[in-house]
């Protein structure tokens, strides 16, 4: 990452011309059309800033819709609903890039350090757990 400073001696950040974004999708089945499952996968985009990015990830977004049938023969849908978030990656993407990052609040902690709101951590088991120090 690339810093530069700016008058007043605050630190500027240059772009690093890549995005994440987190998508949500329904997946729709029978005649009511009621959501089974929801997905929310994320994906990397490079673009100018957030409008164009924003612009470009719905293009793409639309692009998964489509039918399917379940496994008891039952007529189905993937449905794009919208952007969950969007946020730009500190450096181009390669091996290790950090892509996403969500701070949670632990049990007993409600806020971060500047007293911001943080949500509570979800899911509250991990699939791949840390090995024990033991």
Known sequence: MTEAL??????????????AVELRYSY?????RRPQLVEDRVILID?????????RAVEMAIEYEGDY????????????????????????PAAG????????????SETDADGAPLPPVWPPE?????????
């Open 6 to 19: 700016a008058q007043g001696g605050e630190a500027v950040v240059d772009s690093s011309g890549w995005f």
């Open 28 to 32: 729709l089945v029978g005649e009511a």
């Open 47 to 55: 673009g100018e800033d957030e409008e164009h990015v924003l612009v």
């Open 69 to 92: 049938e379940t496994d008891a023969g039952e007529p189905g849908s993937i449905r794009f609903d919208g952007v969950v978030a969007l946020k730009e990656l500190n450096d181009p």
């Open 97 to 108: 890039t950090e892509v996403w990052h969500e701070l949670m609040a632990p049990s007993g």
């Open 126 to 134: 991990m699939a791949f757990p840390r090995a024990t120090d033991d």
